[in-house]
C-alpha cells in the first residue's frame, strides 16, 4: 500500500490537480486546450487505428507460436528464447532497427532498387499508410513476445489429461483448441490483452524514432506538450486521458473476458 500511494495515489492526485486546477481553482481551460489542438483528433486516430492492427495480429502469431512449442519440435528451448529476445529490447532501440529497413536509404528501398524498382517513401509524411504499417510491423515484431510469454506459460497450467480424454472421444486437433485449451487459457489471455491494450495506448518511443511528429500519438502528444512546448498542464490533460481509457479497456475485458463458472457457482 505504502508502494502504491507514493508511486502511484500521490503522481496521480498531482496529474489531476495539474489538468483541471489553476491558481483561481477549478478550470476545464487546459481540457479544452487540448481538444481544440489540432493534434489531438489525429492522436486518439492514430493510437487506436494503431491498437487495432497490432493486437488481433500479436495474438494470432503468439498463439501460433506458442501451439509450435506445445508440439515439442527439436530445440524448442531455442526457439522461445529466439523469439522472446524482441521482448529484451528497448522501443526506442526497435524503433531505430525498423529506422534502418523503412528509411529511404534502408534495407527494403536498397532491395528494391537493386532489383530496379523504384525505391518507396515508407516514412514520407504523405505516406500515412506506410507510416502506420511501419510503426504496426515495428510494435508487432518488438511486443509479440509478452503475449507469448504469458499464452506458454498458461498453457503449462493445462493438464495433458484433458487434451488427452477429448482425443480419446474423437475431437479433432482443432476442436481439442477451441473446447479445451481456450476456455483453460482464458485467464492468461485476460491479462495479455490487458497488458498489451495498455501498452499499446503508450506506444511512443517506436513511433519517434520512426516518424517523429508526423504521426501522432497520444503519449508523444503528452511528451509534446511536456518537453517541448513547456506546458505541465495540458500534458497532464493527456495523461490523464490515458489513464482513464486504459482502466475503462481494462475493466470492458474483464467483464467480456469473466469467468461464467465461477460467477455460477457465488
Do not use: C
Not at 487540448?34 to 491498437?51: E, H, S
Not at 490533460?237 to 467480456?256: N, P
Amino acid at each position: 500500500m505504502i508502494f502504491m500511494v507514493a508511486f502511484f495515489g500521490y503522481p496521480t492526485v498531482q496529474a489531476v490537480l495539474a489538468a483541471f486546477t489553476d491558481q483561481n481553482g477549478p478550470t476545464l481551460t487546459y481540457a479544452a486546450h487540448m481538444w481544440n489542438d489540432p493534434n489531438f483528433g489525429l492522436a486518439v486516430r492514430d493510437t487506436l487505428l494503431l491498437i487495432v492492427a497490432v493486437i488481433p495480429i500479436q495474438f494470432a502469431l503468439a498463439l501460433i507460436m506458442a501451439l509450435a512449442l506445445q508440439a515439442k519440435p527439436k530445440f524448442a528451448a531455442l526457439h522461445f528464447y529466439l523469439w522472446a529476445v524482441p521482448f529484451a529490447i528497448s522501443d526506442l532501440a526497435a524503433g531505430l532497427v525498423w529506422l534502418s529497413i523503412f528509411d529511404d536509404n534502408g534495407y527494403i528501398n536498397s532491395l528494391l532498387v537493386d532489383m530496379g524498382f523504384k525505391s518507396i517513401g515508407w516514412l514520407n509524411y504523405q505516406n500515412y499508410f506506410g507510416m502506420l504499417a511501419a510503426v504496426a510491423i515495428a510494435e508487432i515484431w518488438r511486443a509479440t513476445s509478452l503475449v507469448l510469454i504469458i499464452i506458454v506459460s498458461g498453457m503449462q497450467g493445462i493438464p495433458a489429461d484433458y487434451g488427452e480424454a477429448a482425443a480419446v472421444f474423437g475431437a479433432s486437433p482443432w476442436q481439442r483448441f477451441w473446447h479445451v485449451t481456450m476456455p483453460m487459457l482464458k485467464p492468461s489471455l485476460q491479462v495479455a490483452l490487458i497488458l498489451r491494450t495498455i501498452l499499446a495506448f503508450q506506444t511512443f518511443a517506436v513511433a519517434q524514432a520512426l516518424t517523429g511528429q508526423t504521426f501522432p500519438l497520444l503519449v508523444g502528444e503528452t511528451y509534446r506538450y511536456y518537453q517541448s512546448l513547456l506546458n505541465p498542464n495540458v500534458a497532464s490533460v493527456y495523461a490523464v486521458l490515458i489513464l482513464v481509457i486504459s482502466m475503462i479497456t481494462a475493466a470492458v475485458y474483464l467483464r467480456l473476458l469473466r469467468d461464467q463458472t465461477i460467477e455460477g457457482n457465488q
